[in-house]
């Protein structure tokens, strides 16, 4: 099983939809947890922390299920600014207190006019 | 003001060559890494400072050293460039290393012919 997993998509979604993705982890000491944007061409960007309680930012909700060993992200009413690649980050802390940070290959996201 | 900046954005260099990228980031962060995204997307981790130390050092081929003057500043040397190098190769910063969020720098294309 790899560390980290998303399904790649696309994901082809009307405008104003809901749409969610999961990314699943295998590690279970993985302790920290993002979702990043990234753009055509363009660097990744922090869209938000996941945190244990779960986490909203406007239209944006992160969940953590560490039973299951996955994340998930939701998007509410999107927009067609929302179409990108999100990408699922996991930072693992080794035995030796050393950080492995691993990205999952991204989620391709079109919102449709 | 650019946060985390690379040099030079585009690179097209031949087999064999010598090259290196230059990075940057004026956030008074005290974490740097590089990272190598091939043609796929998939996004791998490379190197990580943290003030000036080594902290992460992945499988890479000993072609691809990084040097650390100060901790504002990774630099990528690689040596007898091949095909297989040809990526975009991505800088990025956090506040300190583990359970941060990461900024990146806009990306060095390189193209090994």
């Known amino acids: 099983r790899k560390e980290v997993e998303q399904d790649p998509g696309p994901f082809n979604v009307p405008e104003g939809a809901t749409v969610a993705f999961n990314c699943t982890y295998s590690?279970?000491?993985?302790?920290?947890f993002f979702w990043y944007r990234q753009d055509c061409r363009k660097e990744p960007k922090l869209l938000m922390s996941?945190?244990?309680s779960g986490n909203e930012d406007g239209r944006f909700t992160a969940q953590l299920n560490r039973a299951s060993q996955y994340i998930s992200l939701l998007i509410r009413d999107s927009k067609l600014s929302d179409s990108a690649t999100y990408l699922c980050v996991v930072n693992i802390v080794l035995v030796n207190r050393d950080d492995k940070i691993i990205f999952g290959k991204g989620t391709r996201l079109h919102i449709l006019p | 003001d650019t946060a985390v900046s690379q040099t030079p954005k585009y690179l097209v260099t031949q087999m064999g060559n010598d090259k290196s990228i230059k990075c940057e980031q004026n956030l008074g962060h005290d974490t740097m890494y590089w990272y190598k995204q091939d043609s796929k997307k998939f996004l791998k981790i490379m190197f990580s400072?943290?003030?000036?130390?080594?902290?992460i050092n992945e499988t890479v081929p000993n072609r691809f050293s990084p040097k650390s003057p100060d901790k504002a500043h990774l630099n990528l040397h690689i040596n007898s460039l091949e095909l297989g190098d040809s990526a975009v190769y991505f800088c990025?910063?956090?506040?300190?290393?583990?359970?941060?969020?990461?900024?990146f720098g806009p990306g060095t294309r390189l193209t090994v012919t």
């Open positions: 590690n279970s000491a993985s302790q920290s």
């Open positions: 990025a910063s956090s506040p300190d290393r583990g359970a941060y969020e990461q900024y």
């Open positions: 400072y943290n003030n000036k130390e080594l902290i």
């Open positions: 996941v945190y244990s």
